[in-house]
């Protein structure tokens, strides 16, 4: 089975402009989380999909949004970028059975840099 | 109240030794605690989970001791080898909303060979 593919996985961008970030999930799998990883905040959630709806919702700005297809690929989008929005960029798949309640398994990111 | 505190910040173990890290929790909801490894340059990989049903968890070389009690749960890794030398995060999530993770700051781990 394919992981979870995230693209790209590099990205440099300038203030002020927007970004979108895409996952795919490993197949089946419904609920896609998305987590951005900083030096300085470590791993923080950002917002969960599962069958196209937010589930759960993480603190940050309005900036930050997301979407999720009816095929279960996810992105996400941040607008207006700062300087402080350069991070990776993580997306996690979970499949919600009860076998596997909770397992969630990540990408290997994106790596957003701002200038 | 949703912190996840980790320690130690790093760590450094000689190959064959035990290297332990702990974590510490407030919130008394959380009812999912998970260990992930990370290398540089790629994601998170899950290495093991438990719940508050049971104390201590065990796949390999990776145990996993949770104390209800004191709200803290350890990592254990035996016979730490070279290849072991990663970040670990301590993680703990609710039940109905499973899916967000409270990640603790992680854990440089160094095996010494």
């Known amino acids: 089975k394919a992981g979870v593919t995230q693209t790209p996985r590099y990205l440099i961008k300038t203030r002020g402009q927007q970004v979108t970030l895409s996952c795919s999930p490993i197949?089946?799998?419904?609920?896609v989380s998305w987590y951005q990883q900083t030096p300085g905040q470590g791993l923080q959630f950002l917002f969960e999909y599962f069958s196209e709806t937010q589930r759960n919702k993480g603190n940050f700005p309005g900036r930050f949004s997301g979407r999720q297809f009816s095929n279960s690929r996810s992105e996400m989008n941040v607008s207006t970028l700062e300087l402080g929005d350069s991070a990776l960029y993580l997306c996690?798949?979970?499949?919600?059975?009860?076998?596997?309640?909770?397992?969630?398994?990540f990408g290997p990111g994106t790596r957003l840099t701002v200038l | 109240q949703q912190q996840v505190k980790q320690s130690p910040q790093s760590l450094i173990v000689q190959k064959g030794g035990i290297s332990i890290i702990n974590c510490a929790y407030e919130n008394t909801a959380f009812d999912y605690f998970p260990w992930y490894q990370q290398f540089p340059g790629k994601g998170p990989a899950l290495l093991i989970a438990?719940?508050?049903?049971?104390s201590e968890k065990k796949e390999g070389r990776f145990t996993i001791s949770f104390n209800k009690s004191a709200k803290q749960f350890s990592l254990h890794i035996m016979d730490s080898q070279p290849g072991d030398s990663a970040t670990y995060f301590c993680a703990a999530s609710v039940g109905e909303y499973g899916n967000k993770l409270v990640f603790g700051a992680g854990t440089i781990l160094r095996v010494k060979s």
């Open positions: 438990i719940r508050p049903d049971v």
């Open positions: 996690a798949s979970s499949s919600l059975t009860q076998a596997s309640y909770n397992e969630q398994f």
């Open positions: 197949s089946g799998h419904r609920s």
